[in-house]
């Protein structure tokens, strides 16, 4: 698992508390967020997924 992955894994991990992403997998959301970043290379860099975790932990839906 790179360094990525284990953002998204952490991110989906959090988002799994929160009311509106119940009954999701943690696995399938971890999974499209890393597709999404991966897919971007040049856009996401490691600080920028590391900002937009961090955000997403504090935002409440």
Known sequence: MNKFQKIAYQMAKDDSKKEI???Q????????????WNGDREGWTFER????????KNKSW
């Open 49 to 56: 997924c590391l900002d937009f975790k961090k955000w997403s």
């Open 21 to 23: 992403y119940k009954g």
């Open 25 to 36: 997998s943690v696995q399938k959301r971890s999974r499209r967020a890393y597709s999404f």
